[in-house]
C-alpha cells in the first residue's frame, strides 16, 4: 500500500514539473514566453514547447479575429449636422510582443480601438454631407476609415480587419426639422419635374397641332385639286355630249331643271310659251 501511494505520489510529482517545462502552443493562439517579467520569446507555430520551470511564463494571446461594438456617439457631418454614429470593428493580433507592451490585454485593446476608431470615423465623415452619409458610396468612405486606424493601430500589434457603420441616427430632437426639410426639398422637386412634364407636353402638344394643320391643309388641297379635276373631265364628257346630240343634251338638262324646281307641292306661275316650259306646253297641245 506504502508504494502504490508512493507511485501516486511520484506520478502527480512528475505531472506538476513535465506541466512547469511542457506546454502546448494551439493553432488558434500566440505565445510570448517571458522570463523574470521580460519578453523573451514570441511562439506562433502550434505543437509542443518547452520553458525553464519557475522562471519562465507564458502569456496566450487569441489570433482569431475579434469583434469591437463602441458606443453610440456624436459626429458632425461637412454641413453642420449631428449624426449619433453606432459602428463596430474587426480586428486580431498580428503581433503578440507589440500587444503585450503596449495594450497588454483584449480589455485594454478594446479601449485603445475605440478612440482611434472613432477619431476615423468622426474625421472622414466631418468631410461629407449628411445626403451623402445616408445615401452616397458609404463604402468608399468606411474604406478609408478602415486604412486610416488599421495605420493607427500598428503601433499595438493589432491588424484592423474592417470598421462599419452599424445605425446612423439624427439627435431626437433634430429628427422632425430635418425631415421637414427633406419633405420641402421633395415637393420642390416634385414641383419641378411637374412643371417640365408639363412644359414637354404643350410642345408636344403645339407640334401635333402643327402636323395636323400641315396634313388638314394638304388634304384640303388634294381634295380641291381632284375636284378640279373632275369638274374639267365633266365639262369635258358634257361638251362632248353635247356636239354629238345637241337637241338631246338640251332636252335632257332641262328635264333635270324640271325635277329640281317642281317639285312635290311647288306652284310656279308662268305662261307655258316661255323658253323654260316649251316642252311642257308642246305636250299639253298634243
Known sequence: MKILIGVLIGLVVLGIAADSVFFVVDEREAVVVTRLGDPLRTIQTPGLQIRVPFIEQVTRFDTRLLASDADPAPIYTLDKKNLIVDNFARWRIVDPLKFMRSVQTVFGAQSRLDDIIYAAVREELGLHTLEDIVSGDRDVMMKSV?????????????????????????????????????????????????????????????????????????????????????????????????????????????????????????????????????????????
Open 146 to 286: 478602415t486604412d486610416k486606424c488599421r495605420s493607427d493601430a500598428g503601433d499595438l500589434g493589432i491588424e484592423v480587419v474592417d470598421v462599419r457603420i452599424k445605425r446612423a441616427d439624427l439627435p431626437q430632437e433634430n429628427k422632425k426639422n430635418v425631415f421637414d426639410r427633406m419633405r420641402a426639398e421633395r415637393a420642390r422637386q416634385s414641383k419641378e419635374y411637374r412643371a417640365q412634364g408639363e412644359e414637354a407636353a404643350l410642345k408636344i402638344r403645339a407640334e401635333t397641332d402643327l402636323e395636323v394643320t400641315r396634313i388638314e391643309s394638304e388634304a384640303t388641297l388634294q381634295a380641291q385639286r381632284l375636284r378640279g379635276d373632275g369638274d374639267a373631265e365633266a365639262l369635258t364628257i358634257y361638251a362632248s355630249a353635247f356636239q354629238k346630240d345637241p337637241l338631246f343634251y338640251e332636252f335632257k338638262r332641262t328635264l333635270e331643271a324640271y325635277e329640281k324646281t317642281l317639285g312635290e307641292g311647288t306652284t310656279v306661275v308662268l305662261p307655258l310659251d316661255t323658253e323654260f316650259f316649251k316642252y311642257l306646253g308642246k305636250v299639253k297641245k298634243k
